[in-house]
């Protein structure tokens, strides 16, 4: 396996966080680093909840300089999420178990495996953000116990447990850097609609009744697509509804 050129690559014991230090970085940041730490004290998902990262499993940020507003950075959650069902096929040698759960979820065996986190940095004129970070969490060797977890959130799974396929964390990233350079390649060249399409040919639950939580709302309703935006649409007796963000609940 051979590391993606161009790609710097950043090896820590510990750290607060990959995305705390990927935000520390970012000022100085010329060209795409993954930031990868055996240990992380104070890890955290999205809306700020705690990540919680049992021993062997993955931690890593990728560093990206790019620029555009909100809305087209966003799709990097869609790339990451098809590098991360490439890297994970090619350590397990299976692709069945996997799935893709909007916006940024992988589940194994109906399960959540992984997460992926994304956040802006610098730039917030009209040309968007300088830097992306993102932050990806893979349950490798253990899965957090049912009670760190929301109640109605996917049940976590692990990797070792789930398909006997017993990988080392910076052996696991070699696979997901190799594998998320050819998406961003492609991404840069023919643009998001390739990626969607790939990204709906392994979603879970198309034609089925979800429902798409925000902090204020809830809508439920048929899951008909993704739109080019990357906003979930949902059939509901109301009409279809695009929902931009917010989480999914089977």
Do not use: C
């Not at 977890?149 to 398909?163: D, I, N, Q, S, Y």
Request: net charge negative.
């Amino acid at each position: 396996m051979s590391w993606p050129a161009g790609y710097a690559r950043v090896e820590l014991d510990e750290v607060d966080s990959t995305m705390a230090e990927a935000a520390r970085r970012a000022p100085e940041a010329a060209g795409p680093v993954w930031i990868f730490a055996h240990r992380q004290t104070a890890a955290r998902g999205r809306r700020g909840r705690a990540w919680v990262e049992e021993d062997g499993n993955f931690a890593a940020t990728l560093l990206l300089p790019v620029a555009g507003p909100a809305q087209h950075l966003a799709l990097r959650s869609f790339v990451a999420s098809l590098a991360l069902v490439d890297a994970l096929v090619a350590v397990t040698g299976r692709a069945e178990p996997f799935s893709l759960k909007w916006p940024n979820d992988v589940l194994l065996n109906g399960g959540k495996v992984a997460g992926i986190l994304l956040e802006s940095h610098g730039g917030r004129g009209a040309g968007g953000a300088a830097h992306l970070a993102v932050g990806i969490g893979v349950n490798l060797r253990a899965a957090p116990g049912a009670e760190a977890v929301e109640p109605g959130a996917m049940r976590p799974v692990a990797l070792l447990p789930e398909t006997g396929a017993d990988v080392a964390p910076e052996d696991f990233l070699e696979h997901l850097a190799e594998a998320y350079a050819r998406r961003e390649a492609a991404f840069r060249t023919f643009g998001f609609d390739p990626i969607r399409q790939a990204w709906l040919a392994g979603a879970a639950r198309v034609g089925e009744t979800v429902t798409a939580r925000t902090g204020t709302s809830a809508t439920t309703g048929t899951f008909e697509t993704v739109d080019p935006s990357g906003h979930l649409v949902l059939s509901t007796p109301s009409g279809r509804i695009a929902v931009a963000a917010a989480d999914v609940f089977f």
